[in-house]
């Protein structure tokens, strides 16, 4: 392995984290940086696509909910990947350390404090999440996905820098294309759940369209992620409806599905709203109700207010209501479009550039050597 000491970059989990974290690398990697990963064991199977020089891997788990046996396992688990991570760091002596949320981000920004390695904390979600307001106090400089972070106190406040959210390359080629005009008098409709999916959009969709008028049926082309284990009635329920639409678990494509559609029904993740925005396209966001910070309803209602995208609460996401924003939408096309162009003033497309400057800002004070 080369010599040359990396920028570490620290993500793990989920897609949501992962993406941004690609896209800081690619950035970087542009400016001549070189660019190490480290993450947990369920993230390494996203490793042969992220564009570093080597993916490390310490211990890290989530003490939060389950039993008090089952909390202690995962703090001795982050205790252990702390340690490993010390290691780490004294092998890579990296020039900065940057973390994008999620416990498998502490035990890294953790031994940075220790080494008195320099650190930045990315926060894609519109509220600080519980893993980076514990790790918050221990780094040097905050970026921050949206311009204004939900019930951040003083103490963060003023670390704080906005960059937004940095969005992969396929997102800022799917924005080029321009929003799609309604000559054909389609409708192209886009649903997904987030990388996991979500089981609601499975429950709800198929009877949305069952409800609606068979004109405005036939004029609707549909695209829908679907989890496996609900693919087999989501397509029954549409077969029985004699309509067609294209499903899918997962969408590798997804940044042009989006560029696609005249309108997105999706979850309200950090990455989602970005790429909506970035891209500029009218969604409807349906918050994950159970998330302990309610980062997606903070998220969503960044969107709602500028105008590009109707938020609905889950208890609120029922058949009758979709079908009427269907409804709506198929009767305003110039509504859509202009909520298009509300998206597309809301994204920042150079985000992974700002964040990539505030780094080599950080990683240019003539960091301390690691003990």
């Known amino acids: ?14 897609g949501g984290h992962l993406f941004p974290a690609q896209a800081l690398a690619v950035e970087l990697a542009r400016r001549g940086c070189v660019v190490d990963l480290v993450t947990d064991s369920r993230a390494l199977r996203y490793g042969g696509d992220f564009p570093a020089r080597a993916v490390h891997s310490v211990s890290a788990a989530t003490p939060t909910g389950g039993s008090i046996v089952s909390k202690a396992v995962a703090v001795a688990k982050l205790a252990r990947g702390t340690l490993e991570a010390v290691q780490l760091l004294r092998r890579l002596r990296p020039l900065c350390v940057v973390g994008f949320g999620g416990y498998p981000t502490a035990p890294p920004l953790f031994a940075a404090s220790l080494l008195g390695v320099p650190a930045i904390l990315h926060e894609q979600n519109a ?10 106090g ?40 321009p929003y799609g005009d309604f000559a054909d008098g389609r409708l192209r409709l886009l ?13 709800v969709v198929p009877a949305a369209i069952a409800l609606l008028p068979a004109d405005l049926r036939g004029r609707l082309d549909l695209v829908q992620q679907a ?98 924003e269907i409804v ?5 096309p110039a509504g859509l479009t202009r909520r298009a162009g509300a998206a ?20 240019g004070a003539s960091p301390p050597e690691p003990a």
Do not use: W
């Open 191 to 203: 649903v997904t759940g987030g990388s996991q999916g979500a089981r609601v959009m499975s429950d």
């Open 344 to 363: 597309k003033s809301a994204g920042l497309p150079d985000a992974a550039a700002r964040l990539a400057d505030l780094v080599m800002r950080v990683a």
């Open 1 to 14: 392995m080369s010599e040359a000491r990396p920028i570490l970059l620290a993500a793990g989990g989920t």
């Open 227 to 324: 989890r496996g284990e609900d693919e087999a009635r989501v397509r029954a329920a549409y077969a029985g409806l004699g309509f067609s639409a294209e499903i899918a678990p997962f969408f590798a494509d997804l940044p042009q599905r989006i560029a696609q559609a005249h309108l997105v029904v999706a979850r309200a993740g950090a990455s989602t709203v970005s790429e909506l925005a970035v891209i500029g396209r009218p969604s409807i966001l349906v918050p994950f109700p159970f998330a302990l910070d309610q980062d997606q309803a903070a998220n969503a209602m960044h969107l709602s207010l500028s105008g590009a995208a109707t938020l609905i609460p889950q208890t609120d996401f029922t058949p009758e209501r979709l079908a009427s």
């Open 138 to 177: 221990r780094v040097d400089q905050i970026a921050t996905g949206f311009a204004h972070l939900k019930d951040a106190g003083s103490a963060i406040a003023h670390k704080c820098v906005h960059t937004g959210n940095p969005v992969r390359p396929g997102v800022i080629a799917a924005a080029a294309p």
């Open 328 to 332: 709506a939408a198929f009767a305003d």
């Open 127 to 136: 509220v600080m999440g519980r893993a980076n307001r514990f790790l918050a």
